[in-house]
């Protein structure tokens, strides 16, 4: 009978503790596979994929100089010399759109990058120590920053420091680095709220109590345990992110707190296109709003692809969206 009890008893503690570890790598292959296999999520892909091509590829391609003032062109539309048209100064749009681009994007992804490194640090870290000091301080703070709108903060604290270089201890700086750093730091907030309350649920999983039981430390336990479990849901944050952090670089940049001229911004030229927005010069002010809108859309789309292939609900399901 003892046998018996044994061997229909509960499992092992080494397999308790295994039972939900995963390889960070493996999961976002399989994830991203998944994404590809629906309709928005490839439409999403796609997007930004010809839209990160491009940026990258900016130095490589045949197109005119974006910083070219060529007067004799000014507001030439769009034609076989100048696919898109040229702007107020005579400076090729398309040019100018594909340069800005760089800087959009570099910008959309760092900050999130930065927002997801303290994010998850601050969310993994309360979630785990949940209903002691450690919760109450961190998410108090967090509450903080919360409170006011991001957009708010940005045009707040770039305003006090200014749009030139900023002397950061022995670093210098430039604009484009400290709008990074500053959007990145707003992105904690949220970020972390996510990842405490998914933290919170696998810090009260079986397999993190037998890890305990095996002589695991809270640090081991927080980054190759509760860590790979719950970042497939934070990259649904994180993709929608890059979009918000794109349009509050163009927005910084469309009051002329962002990118300073001449580097091409997609905000600025925007703003550049102020004047020309109810004339007959329609193409100065309809390209760059139409790169914000697709860089935007395409990062939507591909959250949402995201949230659709991780809810279980929904994985088993026929049809892709």
Do not use: C
């Not at 090729?92 to 570099?106: E, F, K, N, Q, T």
């Not at 037998?210 to 497939?232: E, K, V």
């Amino acid at each position: 009978m003892l046998d018996v009890v044994r061997a229909t008893g509960s499992p092992p503690v080494a397999e308790a503790a295994n039972v939900r570890r995963s390889h960070p790598l493996s999961g976002l292959v399989g994830l991203m596979s998944r994404l590809a296999g629906t309709r928005i999520g490839l439409v999403g892909l796609v997007t930004v994929g010809w839209l990160s091509l491009a940026a990258l590829l900016a130095p490589w391609l045949p197109l005119h100089d974006p910083f070219d003032l060529m007067m004799e062109h000014r507001l030439e539309p769009p034609g076989s010399s100048f696919l898109l048209g040229t702007d107020e100064m005579g400076r090729d749009i398309l040019a100018r759109l594909v340069w800005g681009a760089r800087g959009s994007l570099m910008i959309g992804v760092l900050t999130v990058a930065i927002g997801l490194s303290g994010g998850l640090f601050v969310g993994i870290l309360s979630g785990y120590y949940s209903g002691t000091l450690v919760e109450s301080v961190l998410l108090g703070l967090m509450d903080i920053f919360a409170a006011i709108p991001l957009l708010v903060w940005a045009i707040a604290i770039v305003g006090i420091f200014g749009t030139g270089p900023v002397q950061l201890g022995p670093l210098l700086l430039p604009n484009e680095a400290k709008i990074i750093l500053l959007v990145g730091l707003l992105f904690i907030p949220g970020l972390a709220r996510v990842a405490h309350g998914l933290a919170l649920a696998e810090a009260k999983a079986d397999y993190v109590a037998a890890r305990r039981l095996q002589g695991a430390g809270a640090w081991s336990i927080m980054t190759s345990d509760i860590l790979p479990n719950i970042l497939s849901p934070i990259f649904v944050q994180a993709s929608v992110l890059i979009g918000i952090g794109i349009i509050i670089e163009a927005s910084l940049s469309f009051i002329g707190l962002g990118v300073q001229p001449p580097t091409p911004s997609w905000g600025g030229m925007l703003a550049d296109a102020r004047s020309l927005a109810f004339s007959d010069e329609w193409w100065v002010a309809t390209w760059p709003g139409l790169a914000i809108f697709l860089a935007v859309i395409g990062f939507n789309l591909i959250g949402d692809a995201l949230r659709t292939v991780l809810d279980p609900r929904r994985r088993d399901g026929g049809a892709a969206l």
